[in-house]
């Protein structure tokens, strides 16, 4: 679901637009089994990267250069696609804050959760990119919603592989 999600917002920003309000809410699975991305009322042109005294999108899947005023980026759009597999891996936020405000103190001070540190039992390589994509850093996040879409899909498929080889060693080893 998460690597379905990452393509439409890449289709998305090929088509020169930012969503800049991705959440759970805003996102549907059609009756084909189909994800999209919908509700594109705070959507913006991809070229037009001036900030906003505005507030624009939900609090919480805000990235931190948002909620300090800076324009809405590919990176803001892909930081809210981290936060929204954070919260459905752990039920919680990587930052929490009832304010603008408070959230804007709690990403100042670093407070970030890593998903680890909330669910021990997430693969690592899937921690690992949830991580980068809610970095404070914008330069730290993913370039492209194609990039993260394509580490979702290796970090999917890595323990199918893994199984794999375990299976063709326990195979040879049994058949020398």
Same mark, same amino acid.
């Given at each position: 679901?998460?690597?379905?999600?990452?393509?439409?917002?890449?289709?998305?920003?090929?088509?020169?637009?930012?969503?800049?309000?991705?959440?759970?809410? =805003?996102?549907?699975?059609?009756? =084909?089994?189909?994800?999209?991305?919908? /509700?594109?009322?705070?959507?913006? /042109?991809?070229?037009?990267?001036?900030?906003?005294?505005?507030?624009?999108?939900?609090?919480?899947?805000?990235?931190?250069?948002?909620?300090?005023?800076?324009?809405?980026?590919?990176?803001?759009?892909?930081?809210?696609?981290?936060?929204?597999?954070?919260?459905?891996?752990? =039920?919680?936020?990587?930052?929490?804050?009832?304010?603008?405000? /408070?959230?804007?103190?709690?990403?100042?001070?670093?407070?970030?959760?890593?998903?680890?540190?909330?669910?021990?039992?997430?693969?690592?390589?899937?921690?690992?990119?949830?991580?980068?994509?809610?970095?404070?850093?914008? /330069?730290?996040?993913?370039?492209?919603?194609?990039?993260?879409?394509?580490?979702?899909?290796?970090?999917?498929?890595?323990?199918?592989?893994?199984?794999?080889?375990?299976?063709?060693?326990?195979?040879?080893?049994?058949?020398?």
């Amino acid at each position: 679901i998460s690597a379905h999600l990452c393509a439409a917002l890449a289709a998305l920003h090929r088509a020169g637009m930012l969503h800049r309000d991705t959440k759970a809410s =805003n996102v549907r699975r059609t009756a =084909n089994g189909r994800i999209v991305l919908v /509700d594109f009322g705070s959507g913006r /042109d991809l070229s037009d990267a001036t900030a906003s005294e505005q507030l624009v999108g939900t609090p919480l899947y805000l990235a931190p250069e948002l909620l300090e005023g800076g324009a809405a980026t590919v990176h803001s759009d892909l930081y809210s696609v981290g936060v929204l597999l954070y919260h459905l891996l752990t =039920n919680s936020y990587p930052v929490q804050g009832r304010t603008i405000a /408070d959230l804007r103190k709690a990403h100042s001070s670093a407070e970030a959760a890593s998903v680890r540190r909330a669910r021990p039992d997430t693969p690592r390589r899937i921690a690992a990119l949830i991580d980068r994509a809610i970095h404070p850093s914008p /330069d730290v996040r993913f370039i492209r919603a194609a990039e993260m879409e394509s580490a979702l899909r290796s970090a999917r498929a890595f323990p199918r592989r893994l199984a794999l080889v375990a299976s063709a060693v326990a195979t040879f080893t049994a058949a020398t």
